[in-house]
């Protein structure tokens, strides 16, 4: 390995870390969560691994960063833990392919075709959503409950994705060109 692909991959790897940390950081720190739905900033890191990194970073920042939130929160570490894992890495990983593709098919970066940036931002987001729903119908399945009753609440958690989504896509776009200004990006590419 040469020594400048080794300062990529050690860059990489440390500003992975630092994403998850961050993500971890957000999601029990600036939340309202109540039980019917949840806004929080945590999805931030997630885009912004997906949009620096690619699919496979932005995946890992979301599987690690809810892992880690799962177990220290308050749910710890259960049975159905993979099951709300699973969301916040599928989320880092339309966030990726979104950016990977917008890279290849016009030559720009994600954070410069703001419109993209909105609908990849809220696709993931509605992913997240149907696999957290997924997931709440499986564990319903496992322990024999009801799952009828957060139907009603489906309107109300999308809705809350999707602005969710709105307000990091807002943030991640002047942030991603003032990083990238910064030259804290370099090693980035």
């Given at each position: 390995m040469t020594k400048a692909r080794s300062y990529v991959y050690v860059y990489r790897l440390c500003a992975t870390a630092l994403l998850i940390a961050m993500m971890f950081l957000l999601k029990r720190t600036i939340a309202i969560e109540t039980p019917f739905f949840k806004l929080n900033f945590a999805s931030l890191p997630i885009m912004l691994g997906g949009m620096l990194f690619g699919p496979v970073v932005g995946m890992l920042v979301g599987l690690l960063g809810e892992l880690i939130a799962q177990i220290i929160g308050p749910y710890g570490l259960a049975p159905t833990t993979v099951l709300y894992v699973i969301p916040a890495g599928l989320r880092g990983l339309v966030v990726g392919l979104g950016a990977l593709w917008c890279r290849q098919a016009t030559?720009?970066?994600?954070?410069?075709?703001?419109?993209?940036?909105?609908i990849v931002g809220i696709a993931g987001a509605v992913t997240n959503t149907v696999a957290n729903t997924v997931s709440i119908w499986i564990e319903s399945v496992m322990y024999h409950t009801e799952f009828a009753v957060h139907i009603p609440f489906l309107p109300a958690r999308f809705a809350t994705g999707i602005a969710t989504a709105v307000c990091v896509t807002t943030v991640c776009v002047p942030l991603m060109h003032a990083l990238r200004r910064s030259g804290v990006l370099k090693y980035a590419e």
């Open positions: 030559g720009k970066r994600l954070e410069n075709r703001p419109a993209l940036c909105y």
